[in-house]
């Protein structure tokens, strides 16, 4: 009997109720519980933590679709390279699995959305996010920082945007069985509460030597106050956005202990679902220019000036190749 079917046993949970046993996000597991059978676990001194399951969505924003262009401010400021030969998971909403911009490992890539088997993006944001990191340095489109890595796209939030705190365990917990040390996860993603749940993967990950670029949140207050933005741990960087001036932009949380670099996030062109191309804001457009640098450099990156205008008064550093 397994320690799971053992704890669960004592406390008379059916099995039934279990959904998930993690096994590469430290020791825990997945269940539908009531009330009372969370209540009960929590007195168990065998448990650490029983948490509620929460929302995860993206911010509000909106995109315009345009004619694929060269003209990348982003990837201009902060330099780019060749990622061939290197892989990059992206948690999110799919990627178009298909654009022609985009090298996407079809194999690793995979759903966590409940009865959804498809990683097709639907809503545009993830293959956003995946030509910031990877489109490829041909002749058309748009560059990535770190052109030809290849692409395993996690999906985690469904077509609207939204998922779970547990989803997202599940994606890390897949990359916990599958990605090696000094790999990058790009999380462009956030709750409005703090899950130490979810935290705590990330943390075990980080540990075991993979590197995040996370999303800084776009509610322009501290980053401290959302998950997993306020991890501060060792290969875990959380990731603010400035404009093309340098300034930190309006809609970005901040905060000196969880937010470590700032990066380009105001009118970031990309591709898009459907073979398409769009422009978009927000600091998970920032956070996969910081995956691409970690991709091309490891933590060995640089930084290159500071973000103006810092609510915090700290000023973030810009992340640079050079």
């Known amino acids: 009997m397994t320690e799971t079917s053992t704890l669960l046993s004592r406390h008379h949970i059916p099995e039934r109720q279990l959904d998930m046993v993690l096994t590469n996000v430290g020791a825990g597991f997945i269940a539908r519980l009531t009330r009372a059978q969370a209540a009960e676990l929590k007195e168990d001194n065998q448990v650490k933590l029983v948490e509620q399951d929460r929302v995860i969505a993206l911010g509000e924003g909106c995109f315009t679709v345009v004619s694929p262009s060269r003209a990348q401010w982003g990837v201009k400021r ?47 944001h993830g293959t956003h996010v995946a030509g910031i990191i990877g489109a490829l340095n041909n002749t058309t489109g748009v560059l990535g920082v770190a052109s030809g890595v290849s692409i395993i796209a996690l999906k985690a939030l469904d077509n609207t945007g939204e998922g779970n705190a547990s989803g997202l365990i599940r994606a890390l917990n897949y990359v916990g069985q599958n990605a090696k040390a000094g790999e990058v996860v790009n999380m462009s993603l956030g709750t409005d509460t703090i899950s130490n749940a979810l935290d705590n993967a990330v943390r075990t990950l980080a540990e075991r030597g993979i590197l995040f670029a996370i999303a800084a949140g776009n509610e322009g207050r501290s980053a401290n106050l959302s998950s997993p933005a306020r991890v501060n741990s060792p290969n875990v960087f959380t990731v603010s956005a400035i404009d093309s001036l340098g300034k930190f932009a309006s809609f970005s949380n901040f905060g000196n202990d969880a937010v470590d670099l700032a990066a380009p996030g105001v009118r970031i062109t990309s591709t898009f679902s459907e073979g398409r191309y769009a422009i978009l804001n927000g600091t998970s457009m920032a956070a996969p220019h910081v995956a691409g640098i970690l991709v091309l450099k490891g933590t060995r990156f640089n930084t290159s000036g500071t973000a103006s205008n810092d609510p915090d008064g700290i000023p973030d550093g810009i992340v640079s190749f050079y």
């Open 78 to 124: 902060i330099g780019a390279g060749d990622g061939t030969g290197k892989r990059v998971w992206i948690i999110d909403t799919g990627v178009d699995m298909d654009h022609p911009d985009l090298l996407v490992d079809k194999t690793l890539s995979k759903s966590f959305i409940t009865d959804e088997t498809s990683v097709e993006d639907n809503n545009g």
